[in-house]
């Protein structure tokens, strides 16, 4: 079977010293759990990896599989050919001849003659292929700094030939830097948080606290929508759902009216702690900026930071909401954010939160609530569904639906 072949530029993971090829096989790893079952092999040279596809694979999948995967820095359909000139020539032509030059006027060929034996230098490649690109394009101008169009020739064990490469996310694999739980909300910031961590190596589960009738089923959808749109550049993740009802009402009763929120998120901290040491994650991540809204200030992060000994990430803390608008259409969960079903938070927010509590009061009083069997009962009822590393919703077998059975 004849099959397609990618070409992955690493960025980060070249910098990385002795255990560079634990990061290169995670990458590899990703991105084949991404083309099954489509994808069959993968070759390592110098810098760059070479992934051989089944030619049923459509172009949109692969496409969508390396830019969504963490480590690739760039990625470009490759064509390759024999060791001489005259076969490299006949695979250009063919390249170029699958390719719409009509909106470039300027280019380049770009040789990296890592053979040294190979018997002709990178400028005289470089000149036989800029005949073959002329043949093409009469009027074309060579550019060498800023062309529109490249031709690259890379005279490796045989010669590779690719034209413009696409951008990959960057960043570092997922699965190299432990794995994390993200506090999923139904609004902009948390997805996009989730990604920056990601971004980084982190695998991560997201958890969601649902306050059904309250929040209605719409609320769920929306952040499974967002699950599946993230669930890509994280591997694959599962989403936790954790019913919370009974506690939010319960706060609405017996907790002082101005600290609502506050405790609010402590039960969130202490919810998400208790999943963490059930499921050996390492730490929280959350989609808090600066001065965003009232339980966002130091003084309440501070005091929400003290509610859990696990480590708390916050990427965004210091972003504009402009800045994390940006991101969140760039990763695509943005439309779907903007969806007005209301979270949690909004409904049972008080008119007047405290903004400066005093961390040793406010303790006392998160303390006085006896929260702790309301807490273990919510993580008890807690619901999983599973997302595949193309997003897709799936249904393990065997597996409990809740995650105390
Ligand atoms: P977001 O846009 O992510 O909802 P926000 O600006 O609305 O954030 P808050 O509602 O105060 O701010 O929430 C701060 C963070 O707390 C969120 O980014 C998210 O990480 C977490 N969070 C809020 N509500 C929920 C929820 N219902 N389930 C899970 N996490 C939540
Ligand atoms: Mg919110």
Redesign the pocket.
């Given at each position: 079977m004849s099959k397609q072949l990618y070409l992955v530029k690493l960025g980060e993971i070249s910098l990385k010293g002795l255990n560079r090829s634990l990061f290169e096989k995670r990458l590899r790893n990703n991105i084949k759990d991404k083309l099954r079952p489509y994808h069959s092999s993968c070759t390592k040279r110098k810098g760059r990896l070479f992934f051989y596809i089944d030619e049923e694979c459509p172009r949109e999948r692969i496409i969508k599989a390396m830019s969504t995967t963490f480590g690739v820095a760039g990625f470009a359909e490759a064509i390759v050919c024999d060791k001489n000139m005259e076969s490299c020539i006949e695979r250009a032509k063919q390249l170029l001849s699958r390719t719409d030059l009509s909106s470039y006027s300027t280019f380049k060929i770009d040789t990296r003659r890592e053979d040294k034996q190979f018997p002709l230098s990178s400028y005289d490649i470089s000149c036989e292929l800029a005949t073959v690109v002329f043949s093409f394009k009469e009027d074309f101008k060579v550019d060498l700094k800023h062309p529109d169009f490249a031709l690259h020739c890379e005279v490796r064990d045989q010669i590779y030939l690719y034209t413009s490469s696409l951008p990959g996310p960057g960043g570092l694999p997922t699965g190299t830097a432990g794995k994390g739980l993200?506090?999923?909300?139904?609004?902009?910031?948390?997805?996009?948080?989730g990604i920056e961590i990601a971004k980084r190596g982190c695998k991560m589960d997201?958890?969601?606290?649902?306050?059904y009738p309250y929040?209605s089923e719409l609320a769920l959808e929306k952040?499974k929508t967002l699950t599946s749109i993230i669930a890509p550049y994280l591997g694959g993740t599962r989403l936790f759902v954790?019913p919370?009802t009974e506690q939010q009402l319960y706060l609405r009763d017996n907790a002082y009216e101005d600290e609502t929120?506050l405790m609010f998120?402590a039960c969130?901290m202490q919810t998400a702690e208790r999943l963490c040491k059930e499921k050996g994650l390492e730490a929280i991540?959350?989609?808090?900026?600066l001065s965003?809204?009232?339980?966002?200030t130091l003084k309440a992060m501070s005091f929400t930071d003290s509610m859990t000994d696990y480590l708390v990430l916050r990427p965004?803390v210091g972003l504009d909401k402009e800045q994390?608008i940006r991101r969140s259409k760039e990763i695509g969960t943005y439309e779907t954010?903007i969806l007005p079903y209301e979270?949690?938070?909004?409904i049972f927010s008080p008119k007047h939160p405290l903004t400066s509590p005093i961390k040793e009061v406010a303790r006392r009083h998160f303390e006085e609530l006896k929260m702790d069997s309301l807490l273990d009962k919510a993580v008890k009822e807690t619901e999983v569904y599973f997302f595949n590393p193309n997003g897709e919703e799936f249904f393990p077998e065997n597996t409990p639906k809740t995650v105390s059975e």
């Open positions: 993200l506090l999923l909300s139904g609004g902009i910031d948390s997805p996009v948080a997201c958890l969601y606290f649902h306050a929040t952040v954790v919370f929120t998120r969130m991540i959350t989609g808090e900026a965003q809204v009232a339980s966002q965004l994390i954010s979270d949690c938070c909004v």
